[in-house]
């Protein structure tokens, strides 16, 4: 059964700080990865989307790393802002199951 | 394009009654899931609907339920509400049937008193 795990569940930065999320998964068969944005009592916000058969996604001043060997994808951040101030949600599509299963998401705070 | 849209926004039951939320997926996407967020357990999957068909579900009880229509549009149902059923409930919608990306609506705050 895949589990999917995010860590840190919170993170404190001040602005124009370059930042790292990390997500792991256990079951390596995966279709693709996706990251999310949440605002508080807010639906989630498409990211990135990346396919298994890539090692990354850039949007922006987002990055989005995969590596399926390890079971771990990376969304770096660069010169952060306050308005990025949301949690940040993995998902893994594949493996067994054939649904999203998320991560319980990083807490990210940008201090102006 | 317009979004995924859910209706109503939020929603206040009591136990013992039964609810029904509706979701409209983004135009041309064939693909509807649903999922249940709480503090607790986080995103869980509940269904999946792919051209009027169940195509994936998740572990929930009976209680929950749920249909899509012709024009792609779904529906979820849950009914001998629980406190426990007090969650935001997300729907998403993608092209085809997944592993496409997924867009997610803005939710139905459900609270059970």
């Known amino acids: 059964k895949q589990e999917v795990t995010q860590i840190p569940a919170a993170l404190s930065v001040p602005e124009g700080e370059n930042l790292v999320l990390n997500c792991s998964f256990t079951d390596s068969a995966i279709y693709n990865l996706q990251w999310f944005r949440q605002d508080p009592g807010k639906g989630l916000t498409s990211l990135l989307l990346i396919q298994s058969s890539q090692r990354e996604q850039t949007s922006g001043r987002l990055n989005a790393s995969l590596d399926k060997s390890s079971g771990r994808s990376t969304l770096y951040i660069a010169a952060s802002q306050p308005g990025d101030s949301a949690t940040y949600l993995c998902a893994s599509y594949g493996g067994s199951q054939g649904n999203l299963i998320f991560g319980k998401g990083t807490k990210l705070s940008v201090k102006p | 394009k317009a979004g995924v849209t859910q209706t109503p926004r939020y929603l206040i039951k009591t136990r013992g009654q039964q609810v029904t939320l509706s979701c409209s997926p983004i135009s041309g996407h064939r693909s509807v899931s649903w999922y249940q967020q709480t503090p607790g357990q986080g995103l869980q999957f509940l269904f999946e609907y792919f051209s009027e068909t169940q195509r994936n579900k998740g572990n929930f009880p009976g209680r929950f339920s749920g249909r899509q229509f012709s024009n792609s549009r779904s529906e979820m149902n849950v009914s001998t509400l629980e406190l426990g059923d007090s969650a935001l409930y997300l729907c998403?919608?993608?092209?085809?049937?997944?592993?496409?990306?997924?867009?997610f609506g803005p939710g139905t705050r459900l609270t059970v008193l």
């Open positions: 998403a919608s993608s092209l085809a049937q997944p592993p496409n990306e997924q867009f």
